[in-house]
């Protein structure tokens, strides 16, 4: 376990609503990253905080938007669901701005209908 | 074409095997370079991360990259039931990950 938390485990929404994802980072990691998993396919790289500020971000439109909180939990928000957004959703902490040594949550998958 | 490049089996090895898994890739701006292993339903756990070229080892783990080639390896020895994954090779450059697209193993008895 790595003690990072997400929630809910599974979520359906209809296509057009928003949806929050939660996640809860291990205790002195400064750095969560959220990524989108469809199914067979490697995890793709949404955006990243660090330090409460973003510090990168992915090929995803701007319905995509997030917040990290001082402490360790952050946020996904995903405007105007599309049906093409269905997928697990992964959150990863470290302990610093570079990608390498993240540790992963169990992940959220979101159908959406 | 993709930055990086992983086949995505499936690979079916019998217990005891030496497995190898490969990914490679086209960015050379990518430093680091991870191998993470996915139970089905769960998050990607971090095996190994390595920086330069060469070979470093853990356990029954050895992770090998080459940048010449821009070629990276997992070798798995003795290889266990389970070890029946999804093994994700990933790169990175600044604050994003990149990953391959995922090779899954099957151990059998």
């Known amino acids: 376990e790595t003690g990072v938390t997400q929630s809910p485990t599974h979520l359906i929404k209809t296509r057009g609503q928003q949806v929050t994802l939660r996640c809860s980072s291990q205790?002195?990691?400064?750095?969560v990253s959220w990524y989108q998993q469809a199914l067979g396919q490697g995890p793709q790289f949404i955006f990243q905080?660090?330090?409460?500020?973003?510090?990168g971000r992915g090929n995803f439109p701007p319905r995509f938007s997030g917040l990290q909180f001082p402490n360790y939990s952050s946020e996904l928000n995903v405007n105007a669901l599309e049906l093409d957004d269905s997928a697990l959703y992964l959150c990863?902490?470290?302990?610093?701005?570079?990608?390498?040594?993240?540790?992963f949550g169990p992940g959220t998958r979101l159908t959406v209908t | 074409q993709k930055e990086v490049e992983q086949d995505p089996g499936p690979l079916s090895v019998p217990e005891g095997a030496i497995v190898s898994l490969n990914c490679t890739y086209s960015?050379?701006?990518?430093?680091?370079f991870m191998w993470y292993r996915q139970y089905s339903r769960k998050g990607p756990e971090l095996l190994m991360y390595?920086?330069?070229?060469g070979n470093k080892e853990d356990g029954r783990f050895t992770a090998q990259v080459d940048k010449s080639s821009k070629y990276i390896s997992l070798f798995i020895r003795d290889s266990q039931p389970s070890d029946s994954a999804t093994y994700l090779c990933?790169?990175?450059?600044?604050?994003?990950?990149?990953f391959g697209t995922g090779t899954r193993l099957q151990v059998t008895l």
């Open positions: 990933a790169m990175s450059a600044a604050s994003k990950l990149t």
């Open positions: 390595t920086y330069s070229s």
């Open positions: 990863a902490s470290g302990t610093t701005a570079g990608a390498y040594e993240q540790y």
């Open positions: 960015n050379s701006a990518f430093q680091y």
């Open positions: 205790s002195g990691h400064n750095t």
């Open positions: 905080y660090y330090r409460e500020e973003e510090n």
